[in-house]
């Protein structure tokens, strides 16, 4: 046994010593160590052999399969070190070539509305104003006219938390309370954007997670003419027309009152009617309306000398709007086939 180990190890260094390239190198090795060759079969035939042999047997055998292994690795780096030193005598590289850009990340397109959102509200003398999104029950609810077990609760999917009475917040409205906390008693003008919680199903027009934009205004002799006013010329400036048309909307929201919905004029079909704004030539856009007396005592104001107006913007649906973009949840694949279209 010892004699045909020695041969096996005879027979490969002299294979090895006639390969030229690393495919015939791949070949020598499953044919000299791989399961089916000699060198491994030896090792299968050791449970045939006497106590006394197969201790030596065995270790000749593993000393074996060790120097071949070493040699072989030998051969791969002699054989590397060549097909190198042939593609650079053979090869050439022109050095003139100009580099290949670098691709550099882009915004997100949400950021992107974002940024376009606070620049238009910066010069109108709005400031950011960054509030928390694990929020408590009184500033998400009750601090916005909405005690418990008003059914107004009902209008929002609540993500609640394994401690009593904290919760993800689901619009951005409570900064209103936090921001008039803070500033009072002077007057306030503020943009609140963060991001929001609903526990709803995802679907082309709603996520689970979304960003808003919450808009605050407190202080003396402040009207709906004031809510409007900036409302129209926000819209006229995101969409960058002058002309563009907008309404207002009667509806409901707890914590202002009286409380409206602002459209604006189709800019796809300008008016006329079509499947973007669904026939009617308008879109909407955001709600909003004056605070309501209860939120402005809760946020430490006397409503008999203080009024506000307060206004809240999705991002995403704005951002679907100037990119007339058909599903939300584009927004949250990462798909960079999309993202980089921006």
């Known amino acids: ?67 071949l292994e070493a040699e072989l690795e030998t051969k791969r780096a002699m054989l ?60 998400n609810f009750t601090f916005l006219n909405m005690p418990p077990h008003h059914p107004a609760r009902d209008m929002w999917d609540t993500f609640y938390t394994s401690t009593e009475g904290v919760i993800l917040r689901t619009h951005t409205s409570p900064g209103q309370i936090h921001a008039m906390r803070e500033f009072h008693p002077d007057p306030i003008r503020v943009i609140l954007p963060g991001m929001c919680y609903r526990y709803e199903q995802v679907t082309t027009r709603s996520e689970m997670q979304f960003t808003q934009v919450e808009g605050l205004a407190v202080g003396k002799h402040i009207t709906l003419s004031d809510l409007k006013g900036t409302l129209t010329d926000f819209a006229r400036r995101l969409f960058d027309d002058p002309n563009v048309g907008t309404r207002f909307r009667a509806s409901h929201f707890p914590f202002t009152e009286p409380s409206a919905e602002m459209d604006v004029e189709c800019f796809v079909c300008g008016g006329k009617g079509c499947s973007v704004c669904k026939q009617t030539g308008w879109l909407e856009i955001l709600g909003s309306g004056m605070v309501h007396p209860t939120v402005l005592r809760y946020g430490g104001y006397d409503p008999e000398e203080y009024s506000g107006y307060a206004f809240g913007m999705g991002p995403e649906r704005i951002t679907m709007l100037l990119h007339r973009i058909d599903d939300i949840r584009y927004f949250w694949r990462n798909d960079l086939r999309f993202l980089e279209q921006f």
């Open 1 to 67: 046994m010892l004699e045909q180990l020695e041969q096996i190890k005879a027979e490969a260094q002299a294979a090895l010593e006639k390969v030229s390239d690393l495919d015939a190198l791949e070949a020598w090795r499953v044919a000299h160590l791989g399961r089916s060759s000699p060198l491994m079969n030896s090792f299968k035939q050791m449970g045939g052999l006497s106590k006394e042999e197969r201790p030596k047997v065995g270790q000749r055998a593993n000393e074996v399969k060790v120097a």
């Open 80 to 139: 590397k070190q060549a097909a190198l030193s042939a593609s650079l005598d053979e090869e050439q590289l022109d050095v003139t070539l100009p580099g290949r850009a670098l691709v550099r990340g882009r915004l997100h397109p949400i950021t992107q509305t974002l940024r376009r959102i606070y620049a238009i509200f910066a010069e109108m003398g709005f400031q950011v104003y960054r509030s928390r999104e694990v929020e408590s029950d009184d500033y």
